[in-house]
């Protein structure tokens, strides 16, 4: 079995679907005790009974912890949980999003939509991110399980907070009307960026994932083994009327060089590469007593601070007519 996460704990916010449910199993798979945090704690439990089940004879194991995590006191009790059961915390995925379908142009969106997304996509994160740091400054190393001190907080926000979107004039409809949604993804990017600046020097590495949209996959077709965990692999892509219709996703898919939407694994495992080990030792420390196999294993070590692209070449792509 993979053990790049070995010992580890991990949090991870919006676990019961889409590409937290993926990086909640994958994260188990690769050796991390594992808390699922969502507001559906009949997908999150479904998923920790999965996640045990394969991989509980391993030594692994998950919880769920139903979370709100716009509610700072529901994600302080998060974190509580988590070190209570498993002694620390090392990852902190905050992934838990939405984008709602009232979202619209500066124009018509409601005050209270705006509240509503700004509540979860960044308030969330900042929750998240506080209550992890004050986890992570406690946690202390242990060579025998290559454990470290400090900790990975990998924040979701998206590629729209990187490039611009509008609304497409030939005729198939909108292909996305989101306002809130990319305002809050642009405020996730530079709140990421200073907590990874401010928190370095303790061993604290922040990065944010930027995704792009992935393709919704019929049940029967998904070959991940645990994919009846909450029924067809539903995200919020789902919700929209992007991919509906062969024309509007022959539209879409001009603008992806790699020319295949993406899945929610690809974000996972972008996730992964990030939460591997997370001591990020400074000059000082190697001068004085670094122990050299820590680093030489960890993966992401000097990575912090980025907005980490995982968007088949979207925002890289000027696309020009025929
Ligand atoms: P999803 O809708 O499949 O899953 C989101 C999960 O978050 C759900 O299980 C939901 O119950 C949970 N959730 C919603 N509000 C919550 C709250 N207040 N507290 C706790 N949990 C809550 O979403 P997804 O498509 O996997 O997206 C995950 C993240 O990726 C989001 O932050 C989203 O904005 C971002 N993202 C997704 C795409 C995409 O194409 N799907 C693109 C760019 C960015």
Redesign the pocket.
Known sequence: MPNRLSHKVAIV??A?????LESAILFASEGANVVL????IV?ADKAVAAIKKEYGSLGIDAIAVK????KEEEVKALVDVAVQTFGRLDIMFN?????HPADDTALNTEERIWDLTMN??VK?VWFGSKYAILAMRANKPDAEKGLQTGGSIIN?A??VAIHGCRDSPIGLGSIRRMRVDTASKGAVLALTRELAMTHAREGIRANSLC????KLIPAELYPHPFLNVSGPL????SLMDFLNTPEKRDRRLVHLPLGRFGE?IEQAKAALFCSSLSFSPTVDDHAKQADPTIVASDESSYITGTDFKVDGGLTSCYTTPL
């Open positions: 916010t919006g019961a679907s889409g590409i937290g945090a969502d507001l559906n997908a979370t709100d995590v716009s992934n838990a999003g939405i984008m979860i996509n969330g979701v998206s590629f995704p792009c949209v992935f539903k995200t919020r892509t929610a």
